[in-house]
């Protein structure tokens, strides 16, 4: 997977990285979660109407960001957790006021 290149003091300032596979229908993000820094993969469907984004709380154009992630040591044994979030995932967060709700996303889908 590919990460668009962004200066240093920027990532600081971002609550989180995200980016589009449009082709794919795909959506990628990377987050400090608990210290480290985290990718969540995982579909994403853009849906025509403006919705209320999970992570940021506004009423944007979303998607659904259904993200997966394997289960340690059981590579059959997927779970997913779906989430309506922003399609642009800079202007997300650049919104987010708290990473409450992103880290409550990560650590439901890893634990
Ligand atoms: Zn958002």
């Given amino acids: 997977m590919k990460a668009p290149t962004l200066p240093d003091t920027k990532m600081e300032r971002?609550?989180?990285l995200g980016w589009n596979d449009t082709g794919a229908q795909k959506k990628f993000i990377i987050a400090k979660h608990d210290g480290q820094l985290t990718g969540v993969q995982?579909?994403?469907?853009?849906v025509s109407k403006k919705g209320i984004c999970a992570f940021c709380h506004q009423n944007e154009r979303v998607g659904l960001f259904k993200a997966d992630i394997k289960a340690k040591g059981?590579?059959?044994n997927f779970r997913a957790i779906g989430q309506y979030i922003c399609a642009d995932s800079l202007a997300c967060s650049a919104h987010v006021q708290s990473t409450d709700r992103l880290d409550a996303f990560i650590r439901e889908l890893k634990s």
């Fill in 14 to 16: 971002l609550v989180f």
């Fill in 42 to 46: 995982g579909s994403f469907t853009p």
């Fill in 74 to 76: 059981n590579t059959d």
